[in-house]
């Protein structure tokens, strides 16, 4: 007899997995039950499937809710980063605010002291524009009294000044031009233009000049071509090419020969007259200078020449044989000015290094050149030098936009002109005593006289 069906009461009463267990195919198939069972285990896989799914994605929301506090840390901590450093800034710009008052207020006090201690301070000229230091140590009442004679006003920077040998006139070099003023008036004689392309914007002058008669001045510029001026028409007379660098310096011996040292490495010696050639080369690959020749200095006999250079050496040259006698070694840093004093028995080197040394020249004595002195006191690059007449001052012109007078005797700092606002890049010493010019970047060239006050 066929199973009998459950009635509908039972299988109301039976648990689930009863009635699922003992089903009831009506026409007595044999595969019923293979079919449910592979159901029951697809329904439980699938059961099994959406737990997993589940599990990862509350993982996947742990993780994402992990990385959203993260950034909220992150850029809760930038937001006080930058509130920290809004405030650090704030306090610094106020210290800073603080500092350079109490600064002002220092150099205001200094100012003031130096006006009542230092009566070598014209009373014509405001304090504001230069004022005089003095060595304390050398315990005596200041013995020199400085006055500003005249001030230049250029459109550029003043790269270099030099007295006529009879100091009655000053040249300047700047940008695209040579100036030429009376020393005693002020007034402006001449101004030496060359002539440029187009397309050439600026022409520094680094060098200038004058002939020992006073009627050329010279010129050398950073097209590597040195140019000679008649003083008395104000036209170029002669152009002097050969250099294969910037002109840095020039100079003429007593004789009327043009000496001039180039980026190039090398120093020349010039005729000028009509034929306007090169007489000597010094300088050479095994001998010469690594890097260019900044500065030449000849010493009051003719015989010796001296070069400075970027190298950090000095080269002293025989200058009627060209025999390299000595080479100089000692600074630091580039050497930017060389001058021998008037007397021919000291050298003295300016460098980058901040020192200025002085060396002693033993003449004819066969003996080396020692340094004798080193000369510290600047704070910045020390870029030129010049003797006065009597050899008694050696004037120094530095980055720290000063020029300090040095007792060459004693090698003592006396005293200390700040009378620019930027870079006294050229000092020149007239050579009849008494007058003293600095040309700076801050586009002036002044005149200044001093004396003595015993």
Request: proline share 4%.
């Amino acid at each position: 007899a066929p199973p009998r069906q459950p009635t509908a009461e039972a299988a109301r009463t039976r648990p689930y997995d009863t009635i699922m267990a003992t089903p009831y195919f009506p026409h007595g198939g044999t595969r019923g039950p293979e079919i449910f069972d592979a159901l029951k285990q697809e329904f439980d896989a699938l059961l099994h499937d959406v737990g997993t799914y589940k599990h990862q994605r509350e993982e996947v929301d742990r993780s994402l809710q992990q990385q959203l506090s993260e950034v909220t840390n992150l850029q809760n901590a930038v937001v006080a980063l930058e509130t920290t450093h809004t405030k650090m800034k704030r306090q610094f710009e106020q210290e800073i605010a603080g500092m350079r008052k109490q600064l002002e207020q220092a150099q205001q006090q200094q100012q003031q002291q130096q006006q009542q201690q230092q009566h070598a301070v014209s009373e014509a000229v405001s304090s504001n524009e230069w004022f005089v230091g003095y060595n304390s140590a050398m315990n005596a009442p200041p013995a020199v009294c400085v006055t500003l004679l005249h001030t230049f006003v250029h459109k550029s920077v003043v790269c270099c000044v030099c007295f006529s040998d009879d100091g009655k006139y000053l040249a300047t070099g700047c940008n695209r031009s040579a100036q030429v003023f009376d020393a005693e008036t002020g007034k402006q004689i001449h101004v030496f233009s060359p002539t440029l392309a187009d397309d050439v914007k600026d022409l520094y002058l680094r060098a200038v000049c004058f002939s020992p008669d006073g009627t050329l001045l010279a010129t050398g510029a950073e097209d590597k071509i040195i140019r000679l001026w008649d003083m008395e028409t104000g036209q170029m007379k002669y152009r002097l090419s050969g250099h294969e660098g910037d002109i840095f310096s020039l100079l003429f011996s007593r004789d009327g020969r043009l000496i001039s040292a180039s980026g190039d490495k090398r120093v020349k010696i010039w005729n000028v007259d009509k034929s306007n050639h090169c007489l000597t080369t010094f300088g050479s690959d095994e001998t010469g200078p690594k890097e260019a020749a900044t500065s030449v200095a000849l010493n009051p006999a003719g015989s010796l020449l001296a070069v400075g250079s970027l190298d950090h050496a000095v080269r002293i040259w025989d200058a009627n044989s060209g025999a390299l006698l000595e080479r100089l070694d000692g600074h630091a840093d580039a050497i930017y000015s060389v001058a021998f004093s008037p007397d021919g028995k000291t050298l003295a080197t300016a460098s980058l290094d901040k020192t200025i040394r002085l060396w002693e020249l033993h003449g004819d004595t066969g003996q080396p050149t020692t340094c004798r002195a080193t000369l510290v006191g600047h704070k910045d690059y020390v870029v030129s030098v010049a003797f006065s007449p009597d050899s008694k001052w050696l004037i120094s012109g530095s980055k720290d936009r000063s020029a300090v007078f040095w007792e060459v005797a004693t090698s003592a700092q006396y005293m200390t002109l700040q009378g620019h606002q930027n870079t006294v890049i050229s000092v020149a010493h007239s050579k009849t005593g008494g007058a003293v010019a600095t040309g700076s970047g801050d586009c002036r060239a002044r005149i200044w006289r001093y004396t003595s006050a015993v």
